[in-house]
């Protein structure tokens, strides 16, 4: 390239402004050779997608192409009839939304309270309402909980006592304890409504927390 010699060739009508060109260096890929099998790869919306998209396929016959659909592995396949020139094979894989997985959902795990805050600090996008992710950030910077110990002994008129405990939570800065989110939960499905609750657990003067949901 330091060698090159470009020629511009300019209207007219120019008018003397500076003209910026920006040279590539290298080589073009190779053209997509379509007399060859092609593999495609994506969501679990691929297939459907890839039938409608009459621009890339518009000779896939519907009628002849096979699908198969496996509900243990969450995957469905589509192939050409073999007559087909190009032999395609388009799979389509059912994968979770990586930004709801990275929550831990159901997972079991607790966290630090530092580290949850740090598990939504970028999750806004889930949220119904983008103002309650906020305030939920700002609360858990401040959060103050109360544990409670209450301590029941019983009789049973024979002589028999039995002594049970429980230990009650209480928030006092107002920090709500469940939050609702609106995304897809697998990737290129629509998005759903659900609720998801912050539980929050102490041992000793460690406070640990995690989300739960049943929906």
């Known amino acids: 390239m330091e060698n090159t010699r470009v020629n511009v060739r300019v209207p007219d009508s120019y008018d003397g402004k500076p003209i910026v060109i920006h040279l590539l260096d290298g080589s073009a890929p190779d053209p997509v050779n379509l007399s060859k ?3 495609v790869h994506g969501n679990i919306c691929a297939v459907g997608d890839f039938l409608s998209n009459q621009s890339i396929n518009p000779t896939i016959s519907k009628e002849k192409a096979i699908i198969e659909c496996n509900h243990t592995a969450g995957t469905i396949s589509l192939f ?5 020139p ?4 388009v799979f389509g894989h059912l994968k979770p939304n990586k930004d709801l997985l990275a929550l831990g959902i159901n997972s079991k795990s607790e966290s630090a309270v530092v580290e949850l805050r740090n598990k939504l600090k970028f999750a806004a996008p889930l949220f119904a309402d983008r103002a309650v992710h906020a305030t939920l950030l700002r609360k ?8 409670n110990k ?12 039995t002594q049970s405990s429980s230990v009650k939570t209480d928030i006092d800065n107002g920090l709500t304890e469940k939050i609702t989110l609106f995304c897809p939960l697998f990737e ?12 929050f657990s102490a041992d ?11 929906e």
């Open 37 to 39: 099998k092609q593999d």
């Open 80 to 84: 050409s009839d073999s007559s087909h």
């Open 86 to 89: 190009h032999q395609w094979k």
């Open 140 to 147: 858990l910077e401040t959060i103050r909980v109360k544990f």
């Open 150 to 161: 209450e301590i029941v002994d019983e009789n049973d008129g024979k002589g028999n006592n």
């Open 188 to 199: 290129g499905e629509d998005a759903v409504k659900f609720d998801v609750e912050i539980a």
């Open 204 to 214: 000793g003067n460690k406070l640990t927390c995690w989300f739960e949901s049943t």
